[in-house]
């Protein structure tokens, strides 16, 4: 369940890292097509393991 | 009259009209009685969205804030626990509001931060997604 925060009194939901994931597969995708630093593979496949350790548990 | 069942650690797991609440009994649990109706227990803790309670919301989103109601009929104070956080809410005449953002997307649970007095259950909790 995701974290929440307080701010000026109104709460809000802490980004949940899996639905981040998930919302940037069409991103993480495209990101094939043209070179990609060693930072962005690394991002990539974290993205995608955390995914995948998620799909696992389903 | 209802019947009410705790669970091992004290929480209340939960409560009837029906007299004897044997058959839903598990091994470390207790059963109590508590002079009261049904509906009067229930309304002890209300939480609603919109006015609706008792079920799952769902909403896009970026759609705005969200006002949850809160009803805590004779109380000065309630803690809830949103997600993992526990806050305490003064209460004016019992009643209360929080403002929720729908600026991520995720889940919002609301339930009785003290389990033992109000069970998490029925219209004590609400749960919202936000899409």
Known sequence: MAAVTKSNGKFTLQPDPLLAARARSAQDKSSLDKGISESELRALLASNLLRLEHLEQE | ?131
């Open chain 2, 1 to 131: 009259m209802i019947t009410l069942i705790r669970n091992t650690d004290g929480s209340i797991k939960t409560y009837s009209e029906i007299p004897d609440g044997f058959e839903a009994l598990s091994l470390g649990e207790s059963v109590e009685t508590v002079n009261s109706t049904f509906a009067e227990y229930s309304r002890r803790l209300t939480l609603s969205c919109a006015g609706r309670s008792g079920e799952t919301l769902r909403v896009p989103c970026s759609s705005g804030d969200l006002t949850v109601e809160v009803h805590c009929p004779g109380e000065t104070t309630i803690s809830l626990k949103i997600n993992s956080t526990i806050e305490t809410l003064p209460l004016i005449e019992g009643q209360a509001a929080l403002l929720l953002g729908t600026g991520e997307a995720g889940v919002f649970h609301l339930q009785p931060a003290d389990t033992r007095r109000y069970c998490p259950a029925g219209q004590s909790v609400l749960t919202i997604e936000v899409v």
